[in-house]
């Protein structure tokens, strides 16, 4: 009988203690798994601001980082239409997104809308890129576009409006009406040319007008 009642204590002891154990393990494991997000770095945005991106990605208040997807991070990202692509990697106790942007190649001033190679976008946010004063006829919107992606970041801010201006010569003319107050005159497979504005006014001297580069490559002073 005394053996019975020790081994009855020794098991219930031993079942005691593994619920210890195991109470311990839940505890751990709860406050582990809650641990929050300490940091979020983000790169590559330039049109998207950082708060934006860590609401997109619902990471403003820094919620769980075991529990936080990068997947599920990434698809919200993804779905902004600003948006080309988009890596979502974590660091220690840190999220890291990296951001490629869809090019705003210019606004069309009838609807408003910012126009990429993929998609056209309404919204209030005010970008560095020209109005499209009238329409290009649909037929030549392809060349347009792949055209205007040639042309540098830093040179679609100087520009302030762009117009379809075929002639007799070439359907495929346009006028770009610079921030400076000077003109240029383009073809749709001479749109890189105007990569170079900057260096061809250095050489033309402090005067205002029309830059020709669709033949010729002549400025005529207003």
Known sequence: MANKKRRKRLRVGRIFLFLIVLAIIVFLLINFVDIPIRSIYISGNKILT???????ANLEDYPSFFGTLTLSVKRKI???PYVENVKVSK?????????TEKKVLYIDKETNEKVTSSNRIKDDKTLCVP??????????QERFIKAMLKIDEDML??????????NEIDEDRYYVYMNDGNSVYLTVNKFNKINKY???LENIGKQNGTLYLDYGDYFEAK
């Open 50 to 56: 950082d708060q934006e991106v860590i609401e997109l």
């Open 131 to 140: 109005y499209m004063i009238n329409k290009v006829p649909e037929k030549k």
């Open 157 to 166: 801010c100087q520009m302030s409006e762009i117009k379809y201006d075929p």
């Open 78 to 80: 993804a779905n902004n």
């Open 198 to 200: 900057n260096s061809i």
């Open 91 to 99: 660091g220690i106790l840190s999220i890291k997104i990296k951001i």
